[in-house]
């Protein structure tokens, strides 16, 4: 019975996990690590649980995070000869490198993320109430 939430549980840790990645995202996006070096997106990467598993490393059923890539597309770049970051020498002198980090893309995902660990906060209510209903048949 202490299984019957493990989906629900596990989908809704997932889905804040993802919701934390991308504000993280959209805050840092105009961020410049202490190198100079724009701040790069991050992406957490999901993976099904394995029933069959057991132990401390066993992680059920559901999904559960896997790692949190760092996202390794090219900077944006805007041309700013003057900025004191941008660009001395080589092909792209005078730019300046700009995060890589789409807003649009994490508006996009946040707003699954967040319609996910709805669907999921209503399927625990549900097994919730199911498991309710069955212990006042048996009452």
Same mark, same amino acid.
Do not use: C
């Given at each position: !019975?202490?299984?019957?939430?493990?989906?629900?549980?596990?989908? !809704?840790?997932?889905? &804040?996990? #993802?919701?934390? *990645?991308? @504000?993280?995202?959209?805050?840092? $996006?105009?961020?410049?690590? +202490?190198?100079?070096? +724009?701040? #790069?997106? &991050?992406?957490?990467?999901?993976?099904?649980?394995?029933?069959?598993?057991? =132990?401390?490393? /066993? %992680? =059920? !059923?559901?999904?559960?995070?896997?790692?949190? %890539?760092?996202? %390794? &597309? +090219?900077?944006?770049? &805007?041309?700013?000869?003057?900025?004191?970051?941008?660009?001395?020498?080589?092909? $792209?002198?005078?730019y300046v490198r700009l995060s890589n980090v789409n807003p649009?893309?994490?508006?996009?995902?946040?707003?699954?993320?967040? #319609? @996910?660990?709805? /669907?999921?906060? *209503? *399927?625990?209510?549900?097994?919730? *109430? !199911?498991?309710?209903?069955?212990? #006042?048949?048996?009452?």
């Open positions: !019975m202490y299984g019957l939430l493990d989906i629900s549980t596990g989908g !809704m840790i997932a889905q &804040r996990a #993802r919701l934390t *990645a991308i @504000s993280a995202n959209i805050a840092n $996006q105009h961020s410049v690590m +202490p190198d100079g070096t +724009p701040y #790069r997106a &991050r992406h957490v990467i999901l993976a099904p649980g394995d029933p069959s598993a057991h =132990g401390k490393e /066993a %992680q =059920g !059923m559901g999904v559960h995070v896997a790692e949190v %890539q760092i996202d %390794q &597309r +090219p900077f944006n770049l &805007r041309y700013d000869p003057d900025h004191p970051l941008a660009v001395k020498e080589g092909p $792209q002198k005078g649009v893309e994490e508006q996009v995902n946040a707003l699954q993320a967040s #319609r @996910s660990y709805e /669907a999921n906060a *209503a *399927a625990a209510e549900s097994t919730k *109430a !199911m498991v309710a209903q069955a212990l #006042r048949l048996l009452a």
